[in-house]
């Protein structure tokens, strides 16, 4: 809607994880570098932690994306499934061919000859799980045993969990505490500085394609990490927010008050803003108001 007003190729602020947009803060790097070193290592248990929106799924993409062509990944984005619902899932990631009424045993056979095969082609194989925090404790337990496969050299599956704090608390439960004692290589992804919020504001905006000087004004920068703590995903919603009544009002630089507007529409800022909610000021402005519907749509659908 508002991308050719401000000099934009596309909205530089959406919530799916582009990995174009990855912006390499000094947490972020952090988390991407200790994941390549452990997966060139061949660690067999990698964990990666953070809260609700600090990036865990952009970093994954960006990390598959990195690792090049001596690696082979299976992704699996809703791992909250039994263990032989998760075998089949592997099975189907790289690619294993089997009989729809496959037993148990039979399917672990045909993972471990494809696992040798391309271990004998040079290849690494890595399993990322999304939502970690979600697994069954019965299916951490199961992916335990994958790791158990092994050359004599190497571990043939690698296995990156990355998961919301609650893992770490499941992690502590006794009856999987040989897999919490493999986890060898671990980073926990915060939020980003006050620093590091103005510099990924500048980032998304370059990537989007805007050529300007200044788009979010210093002060707009401020209320932006004080409203979002600097977690990224509610950083994305505000600015988006702040762009379109920056632009129903035929404006071309983001202000303190175009974000404070965003801030007291969005439910998933602090209780206290929230209730503070108003009618956005160029809420009557005919077409404008028709597009900012659709925009606010897909802020909240994506």
Known sequence: MYAAHFGLREAPFGITPDTSYFFGSPRSQEALNTLLVAARNGEGFIKITGEVGTGKTLL???????????FVTAYIPNPYLEPRTLMLALADELEIAYEKDIDQHHLLKA??????????????????????????????????????????????????????????RKLELESIRQLAQRIT???????L??????????????????????????????RLYKASGGVP??????????????????????????????????????????????????????????????????????
Request: aromatic residues 8%; positive net charge; hydrophobic residues 50%.
């Open 60 to 70: 994954c993409r960006k990390f598959m994306a990195t690792l090049g062509e001596g």
């Open 111 to 168: 993972i471990t000859h494809r696992l040798l095969q391309l271990a004998a082609a040079g290849k690494r194989v890595l399993l990322c799980l999304d939502e970690a925090q979600a697994m069954p404790v019965e299916t951490l337990e199961a992916l335990r045993l994958l790791t158990n496969l092994e050359t004599q050299k190497r571990k043939l599956l690698q296995i990156v969990l990355f998961g919301q704090p609650e893992l770490n």
């Open 185 to 191: 290589f671990h980073y926990h992804l915060g939020p």
């Open 193 to 222: 500085s006050r620093d590091d919020l103005d510099f990924y504001v500048a980032h998304r905006l370059r990537v989007a394609g805007f050529a300007g000087a200044r788009l979010f004004s210093n002060a707009a920068v401020a």
């Open 233 to 302: 995903r509610l950083v994305n919603v505000l600015a988006h927010k702040a762009l379109m009544l920056c632009y129903g009002e035929g404006g071309h630089a983001v202000s303190r008050a175009h974000v404070n507007a965003a801030a007291r529409d969005t439910l998933a800022t602090s209780g206290k803003e929230a209730g503070r909610r108003r009618v956005w000021p160029w809420a009557a402005a005919g077409v404008a108001l028709a597009g900012a519907a659709a925009s606010l749509a897909w802020a909240f659908t994506r």
